[in-house]
């Protein structure tokens, strides 16, 4: 069974940067559809990114030019370069494939790595 490991998170200052990385184990992630989803308190969890096999890429309108996902060419880590981080960006950071890993009737999800912008 894949699982998946997210990293990179922290605490930053508004206009900041973070690296994400999403390392996966037990399954390739170069052949899947990849995306960074976010959770922010109370809020539903959102697709932010995503990446094709073929490094194709698509953004939310809400990080469009400020986020870059990509992928390793080993193509079993995933990154997500956050610049010009605002506090609306605060929430946990999840990878996933698109759509998300299923585990019986439930979705799987790693623990997700904590981003917090202050401003």
């Known amino acids: 069974q894949v699982q998946l490991v997210e990293s990179g998170g922290g605490l930053v200052q508004a206009g900041g940067s973070l690296r994400l990385s999403c390392a996966a184990s037990g399954s390739t992630l170069s052949i899947k559809l990849i995306g960074w989803y976010r959770q922010a308190p109370g809020k539903e969890r959102e697709l932010v990114a995503r990446?094709?096999?073929?490094?194709?890429?698509n953004y939310a309108d809400s990080v469009k030019d400020r986020f870059t996902i990509s992928r390793d060419n080993f193509g079993n880590t995933v990154y997500l370069q956050m610049n010009s981080l605002k506090s609306e960006d605060t929430a946990v950071y999840y990878c996933?494939?698109?759509?998300?890993?299923?585990?019986?009737?439930?979705?799987?999800w790693g623990q997700g790595t904590q981003v917090t912008v202050s401003s």
């Open positions: 996933n494939t698109v759509p998300p890993v299923r585990r019986g009737d439930y979705d799987y």
């Open positions: 990446i094709t096999p073929g490094r194709s890429t």
